[in-house]
């Protein structure tokens, strides 16, 4: 959004009095009213009157003189002025408005930083759900000595490394079982785990006898 850049009062009067003298209402020659009339008439602390004067003195517009006030000097400089005015507001501006937007963009970097960050962390953190372990079939053979054991009793874990998320016996398909579920010839073991694991398990279904 474009800011309106306020110039501050003793600029806004030495405008408004060049405007006046590049119109003619104070015509060359003519003698500006007292310091304090005019404080008066803005509405501000002389002080701010003799600012103003000052820097239309800088310019050749009017000349300041000691104990008699200021004389109307030229038009010309008057209306100069106005044209430096203009283009030094507009470049005040563009500055001020170059200064909000690299603030913003500075806000935006931030947050982008701040989301990226917090993006990874979630990624980390949820990376087991997003990005599941993989998933082993392991077949029990009917001469297995795990038949009839459970897999309480058989420490499958502890000795696999893997974890039991189902067995699928015929058409039927136990989820979760517990440690008390036991395993029959033919049924086949869905573990998650790494594929050491996986390879474990299959030692331990082929085995001669169970350890």
Known sequence: M?????PSQYL???LDLAGRIARGELPEGSRIYGRSVMASEY??????????LRLLSDMKVVEVKPQ????????????RYMENFEESTDSRALRSQLKGQMAEYAELNRRMAET??????????????????????VPVPKDSPLIG??????????????TI???????????????????YAGDTIVLVGSP??????????TAKEVL
């Open 196 to 205: 050491s694991a996986a390879e474990a398990a299959h030692r331990l279904v």
């Open 68 to 79: 008699s006030g200021a004389v109307v000097l030229s038009a010309d400089s008057a209306r």
């Open 149 to 162: 054991k459970s897999i309480g009793a058989l420490k499958f874990w502890q000795s696999t490394g893997g």
């Open 43 to 52: 509405n501000v602390s002389p002080e701010t009157i003799r600012r103003a």
């Open 12 to 14: 806004q009067i030495a």
């Open 116 to 137: 990226v960050t917090a993006l990874i962390k979630s990624r980390e953190t949820f990376s087991a759900a997003n990005e599941p372990f993989p998933n082993y079939e």
């Open 2 to 6: 474009q800011q309106t850049v306020v």
């Open 165 to 183: 998320v189902a067995i699928r016996r015929g058409q039927t398909v136990i989820l979760s079982p517990g440690p008390y579920a036991e395993l």
